[in-house]
């Protein structure tokens, strides 16, 4: 039994429209994947770039603050220096330990405030 080359293999219309939608398929899940991956991306360079500013803003309130508080340690310095007598002294002194006092925890608010703002920043887990 002889097969003519010739012969045209014709492809059913049944297997022909199955193929057109499985490469549809493939074409709109691959789409699918594309774009949640660019959204994916996306998250995270807007997460790396938050992260990065909320570091800068610490970086430069902790610069801020020590610029501040070593201020107020040469003032400290420069005040005792300057106390006529031991009692005056020690008033100066509890007046820093006071301002101080103040001070930091006014500080540690502040850090806590860019703690929570950089959690609650798009693309972060909580």
């Not at 045209?8 to 219309?13: A, L, M, Q, R, S």
């Not at 803003?57 to 420069?78: G, I, M, P, V």
Request: no cysteine; aromatic share 8%; hydrophobic share 40%.
């Amino acid at each position: 039994m002889a097969t003519n080359p010739t012969q045209n293999y014709e492809v059913p219309p049944e297997m022909r429209d199955f193929a057109e939608k499985s490469v549809e398929q493939a074409r709109k899940a691959i789409d699918g994947f594309m774009s949640a991956a660019q959204k994916t991306a996306d998250t995270f360079e807007g997460s790396a770039n938050t992260v990065q500013a909320s570091a800068k803003d610490a970086a430069r309130k902790t610069f801020a603050y020590t610029e501040q508080n070593l201020s107020a340690a040469f003032d400290l310095a420069q005040r005792m220096v300057r106390a006529k007598d031991m009692q005056e002294a020690m008033q100066i002194q509890a007046e820093f330990v006071r301002t101080q006092f103040e001070a930091m925890q006014t500080q540690m608010k502040e850090f806590g405030s860019l703690a929570q703002s950089a959690m609650k920043q798009p693309g972060s887990k909580k």
